[in-house]
């Protein structure tokens, strides 16, 4: 599975192959929100990015390292509440990758 996702990283079109400084990826900043559905065990993740460079792709993956989802441009994912991401990736166009641990409260 890791396999397809590097293979993914390796042909986006539109990501630069420009090599780039710390400072650049440094601008970029992910932050997250969770809202439970009404009456449900479902909730809502949204990632919101700011600096870095348009367009960004999402990765959402489970407990096992797997991808929740396979539609990269969506910022949200909605789950069961027990099958909660367990961390989430965003590239931008550049080459820059963050990542959110969503068992910590540090975005990295």
Known sequence: MHF???LFFAL???VKSDALSPDDCGKMEVKHSVTQITNSQTIK???KVTGGSEPYFYFFFD???NP????FKQSSCIVE???APKFAKVLDS???IKM???NESDNR
């Not at 929740?68 to 539609?71: F, H």
């Open 4 to 6: 397809i996702v590097l």
């Open 12 to 14: 986006l079109p539109g």
């Open 45 to 47: 993740i949204e990632l």
């Open 63 to 65: 407990k096992n390292n």
């Open 68 to 71: 929740l989802t396979w539609d």
């Open 81 to 83: 509440k027990e099958d």
């Open 94 to 96: 550049s080459g820059c």
């Open 100 to 102: 959110i641990d969503f």
